[in-house]
């Protein structure tokens, strides 16, 4: 497998492609939004414009915060999900399907279990295209609201310590961070099984962009870090197959006492969905940044679609 990265102006298909100066621009004004020093009617989207979301897979926090971001800029939303599920299967070609979409819309959200398809449909269409979720590659939006939420709760990022706890070989949402933070060369602890560590190919990406990873199958090595940032490990789509799934999913399940001894100016995240590698008991734990990071990443899909839009303040 290769990562393949556009160099495209407008589309947002990796964090490889994104500069940390844009990243910081696209956080910045996130924030603005967050503490409502920037209102809807202070955007000037016109004329009216539509944003058509392909969502192959299901979503319920991605899609709809995509879709709430849209409504609060004052754009409409179409969605194309059902229609490129029937022309798949009525054996239109993804040319054909492309083409006629880019007619409807001014920009594609996409989430889809093939990694390529982000790509392949960026390469057809003169619109942007937004890396909602390609298979266990990437998750780029999630990426820049994590690092909203830990920008806010660590202001100096310089030799941050994060911990990535769970079944990483299949967590785009861990890909995506650990290639985001790797030029502020964090040092990054994967808690896990060996055998379900993040794939070497972003390992190697990322240690090349600053970052340095060490390995621990225990969680209390991770007491002393700045984030502990926990994925799955629970569900059997986190595993490859029922019978990865069979073997590794209890080693998932952690004790709520490690709470007791983690450092108080900790943040602990998850994307969500959650199984029970981390129980809801830890939600009035006021390290817990879980509601932090779904309150981020609206704000932080609302600055995107504002830019790729062509919204002026």
């Known amino acids: 497998m290769s990562i393949q990265v556009e160099t495209t102006v407008n589309s947002i298909l990796s964090v490889l492609q994104l500069p940390m100066q844009q990243v910081e621009e696209i956080v910045a004004l996130a924030h603005k939004i967050l503490e409502n020093n920037l209102l809807p009617q202070q955007f000037n989207l ?40 029937d022309s798949r299967l009525r054996g239109e070609s993804l040319s054909d399907f492309c083409h006629t979409a880019e007619c409807y819309v001014d920009c594609l959200v996409v989430r889809s279990s093939n990694s390529e398809l982000i790509t392949q449909i960026n390469e057809l269409v003169k619109i942007p295209v937004i890396n909602a979720g390609n298979g266990h590659n990437e998750h780029p939006t999630q990426a820049i609201a994590d690092f909203s939420v830990i920008q ?74 700045d984030v502990l940032y926990f994925t ?69 899909r609302k600055a995107i679609l504002a830019n790729l839009l062509g919204a002026m303040l």
């Open 232 to 300: 799955g490990g629970t569900f059997l789509e986190d595993f490859a197959d029922i019978s990865e799934y069979e073997r590794y999913h209890q080693w998932f399940t952690f004790p709520l006492a490690f709470l007791k001894d983690l450092s108080p100016q900790a943040t602990i995240l998850h994307p969500l969905p959650r199984g029970f590698e981390l129980s809801s008991d830890v939600d009035n734990d006021r390290r817990v940044g879980i509601f932090d990071q779904v309150r981020h990443g609206l704000a932080v």
């Open 46 to 85: 016109q004329p009216k414009r539509i944003v058509g979301l392909i969502f192959e897979q299901p979503s319920h926090r991605t899609k709809n915060s995509f879709s709430s971001a849209a409504m609060w800029l004052g754009a409409n939303i179409l969605d194309l999900s059902d229609s490129y599920r």
């Open 152 to 225: 806010k709760n660590c202001p100096d990022l310089k030799n941050l310590k994060i911990s990535l706890i769970g079944c990483l070989q299949t967590s785009r949402c861990a890909n995506s961070l650990a290639l985001l933070l790797a030029p502020l060369q964090p040092r990054i602890l994967m808690i896990c099984p060996s055998e379900l560590a993040l794939k070497q190919e972003y390992q190697s990406i990322a240690q090349n962009r600053g970052a340095t990873f060490q390995h621990s199958l225990s969680l209390s090595d991770a007491l002393n870090d």
